[in-house]
């Protein structure tokens, strides 16, 4: 195979769809989650240190929230990718302590 045939822009184009191809098949099934759905699921906070939360939805992938006003135990509707470690969104649906 000749390359001396082939503009630079054609060239280019190639090497980019082939780069693409490669960290796809490299990352498997992690891509289909990159565009998977998102799941909203009511949850419990599980553990609180230094100011962050962690839950733990049906995935059973923690998650962790930052920054969290919640207490042990309140109940939070939250938003997540499906075995991604990421929240997109969260909100408290009913609170332990009064």
Known sequence: MSF???SMWKLAIIFIVAGAVII???LGSSAKNLFSKSVSEDVSVK???DGDCIVEPSDQVPRVISNCNYAVGDN???TYKPQQP???KHELKNSTTH
Do not use: G, R, T
Request: aromatic fraction near 6%; charged fraction near 20%.
């Open 4 to 6: 001396q045939n082939i």
């Open 24 to 26: 796809f098949a490299l």
């Open 86 to 88: 990421a929240i997109e």
């Open 47 to 49: 553990m609180k240190k």
């Open 76 to 78: 939070l509707s939250i």
